[in-house]
């Protein structure tokens, strides 16, 4: 999962070596955006990399994360999702393109400028994609390691 996250920043163009964050090193815009949208979050655990900040929580009941600029503007939240949940289109290319692969794992991504996406890690034969799908159903590549 942790590596399925850092090919998701690089979406937004983020990537960073990181250390550890005390709540004292992230932003007060970040810090009151959160507050202000997820009043009712829970077990907040705040991560400070070099070019931006991660909050994961859970938020009635459900692990989710948010990531922030370095100057504390949105970037977009993230959480695990079910296969089922993806728009219908496609579920058909996914199961008709990726025949035989195992879908591993979705994480839904609602970006603050670039809209919502969908990642899935699809593995066959020891080899790890990360697909991008958008609301419509457009299916493509985004990552293989």
Not at 34 to 57: C, G, H, I, L, S
Request: proline share 1%; net charge neutral; glycine share 4%.
């Amino acid at each position: 999962m942790k590596k399925l996250f850092v090919a998701l920043m690089a979406t937004v163009a983020l990537t960073a070596s990181a250390f550890a964050a005390d709540v004292n090193k992230v932003s007060y815009r970040a810090i009151k955006h959160f507050t202000a949208e997820f009043k009712a979050a829970e077990n907040v655990k705040w991560e400070v990399k070099e070019q931006f900040t991660r909050a994961r929580f859970e938020y009635d009941g459900i692990p989710m994360e948010i990531y922030y600029s370095t100057d504390g503007d949105l970037i977009g939240t993230s959480r695990l999702v079910q296969f089922e949940t993806l728009p219908t289109r496609a579920l058909v290319r996914l199961k008709e393109q990726y025949k035989g692969y195992d879908f591993t794992e979705v994480i839904y991504f609602e970006h603050a400028q670039e809209g919502t996406y969908f990642y899935i890690t699809a593995i066959k034969d020891g080899i790890k994609k990360v697909l991008k799908v958008d609301t419509e159903g457009s299916v493509s590549v985004f990552t293989k390691y």
